[in-house]
């Protein structure tokens, strides 16, 4: 009898049964064993100002993984990420309802554990909001970060009250935690003021008339040899390829182009990432949920390269 290659081989997964962690990947919170990676989920959207329902987002983003398992390595890269990374999946956080201020107190109490272990953190909103506490995790353990932020938003709205997803890159700065001024915006396609604030930003028009390469030459020009948090709010793409947002605004990037943006930084030092602003509730056939999925994935092998560099 021919052996059933699904039982054993965890490199081979299903993409409808027993999807319970991003890409199959074990679900752990014990980072003593030695982890690359660990995916978690933010399942809040209290900050919200349109539409809510990304609480529902880090599951959303898990169940679409289950496109890529079945692959082998991620098309156009040439080796296997999890043949070089140890990823584990930490689950979502809980936190008391309607308190923001437990919320933050969870992501600083769980990014220490990771960030200490030597384990990456990539996160899955979610609303935007929760960059502006995972940033402060990071800060504790790398100082002060350049910002390399996709959005539709420049998220840079004054606003005295730290829980709204628009006033993460206002706050961010007065707090010491970035510098304005080797950090970088992309994909901004709402009113803003560049007299606001200091961030260099590559509009929607700019970015969808420019080559991949020339955006990932301005942000490498940008942020310099400063370590990197990475921030993508999903309404950076255009809403034909990620209907399922809280607030799309149309003329954004294609996912191939987000995606051939992100292949490029493989010399940056990036050492926190978010995905955030999936929702659900608003999806068609899991488009936007794949996209995010895919994005984390992409980052994952953005990781792995640097192993695989190495054992050239």
Known sequence: MAKNKLIGDPTII??????????????????????DAAIVG??????????????????AVRQASGNLGWEGRRWPWPFDAFKYLKVADYGDLDFIPGNPDDLNREIE????????????????????????PLIRAHFKHYG???LVHFDAHTDTYPNDTEIDHGSMFYH????????PEHSIQVGIRTEYRPEDHAFEVIDAAQANDISA???????IKRVGDLPVYLSFDIDCLDPAYAPGTG??????LTTD???????GLTDVNIVGFDLVEVNPAYDHADITALAGATIVLEFLYLLAHQKHQLSL
Request: charged share 20%; no cysteine; hydrophobic share 40%.
């Open 14 to 35: 299903s993409m409808y049964a027993n999807q319970f962690s991003f890409l199959a990947r074990p679900l752990t919170r014990d980072m003593t064993q030695g982890f």
């Open 42 to 59: 933010l399942p809040f959207d209290l900050a919200t100002t349109g539409r809510a329902g990304t609480r529902s987002g880090p599951n």
């Open 109 to 132: 109490h769980h990014a220490e554990k990771i960030i200490t272990s030597g384990t990456r953190m990539l996160s899955i909103g979610g609303d935007h909001y929760v960059a502006l």
């Open 144 to 146: 002060k970060m350049a």
């Open 172 to 179: 961010a700065p007065k707090q010491g935690l970035i510098d």
């Open 213 to 219: 390469d020339d955006i990932v030459a301005s942000i």
């Open 247 to 252: 607030t799309p605004v149309v003329g954004g």
């Open 257 to 263: 182009k987000a995606l051939k943006i992100i292949r």
